[in-house]
């Protein structure tokens, strides 16, 4: 059967296998089904709850003037999450819940099929390079052989290895609650920026 996001998004909808679904709407991402660059939060907060669409509250604001400043829009680029559901009071998502929740993220990847991801903040980063630190790695592109297949088969089977770029950044939300991570951002953005540019 041929993958279509609209396809995943009606299956995450009735899923179980996750004790957050009992409590909370599902949110797959969105943004362009072909964009060579993908952003991965931790999880929906309320209004993304609420709306069953990621990074629509003040993160998500933040994060779209970032996009704005160096010339993308969110319909350029996919943005997502690790955990599809909104844990209880916005605390952080169980590394339990990442594991249930992390087969829709690689099917995500997979149908994407992205040549940069953006880890937004510690838990999507621990996806990909579980020693190193946001701190540590923020702002710096990585190299990642990550086995996803061709878009062009739109199949979302894995395929073979490839190498990937992985470039870090704070999430947006951590700027909303300590000012001095804002200017990291912003910078981490402009390094983003001229990345893509090369």
Request: glycine share 8%.
């Amino acid at each position: 059967m041929q993958l279509t996001l609209d396809l995943l998004k009606e299956k995450l909808t009735v899923w179980q296998g996750c004790d957050l679904a009992k409590t909370a709407n599902a949110v797959l991402g969105e943004g362009n089904p072909h964009a060579r660059i993908m952003f991965i939060g931790e999880a929906p907060g309320q209004r993304e709850d609420e709306l069953k669409r990621p990074f629509v509250g003040a993160a998500g604001k933040f994060l779209d003037e970032l996009l704005t400043s160096i010339g993308l829009k969110r319909e350029d680029v996919y943005i997502s999450n690790v955990v599809k559901f909104r844990p209880p009071n916005n605390r952080d998502p169980e590394p339990i819940e990442k594991e249930q929740c992390m087969p829709w993220l690689m099917l995500e990847i997979a149908f994407v099929c992205p040549t940069v991801i953006v880890p937004l903040g510690r838990h999507s980063l621990g996806h990909f390079f579980p020693q190193k630190t946001i701190t540590q790695a923020h702002g710096k592109p990585f190299k990642l052989t990550y086995s996803i297949h061709s878009k062009n088969s739109g199949q979302a089977n894995s395929g073979e290895a490839e190498e990937i770029t992985i470039f870090p950044i704070y999430h947006p939300a951590a700027a909303l609650h300590n000012g001095n991570l804002r200017s990291s951002l912003q910078s981490d953005f402009r390094a983003l920026g001229e990345f893509l540019k090369k």
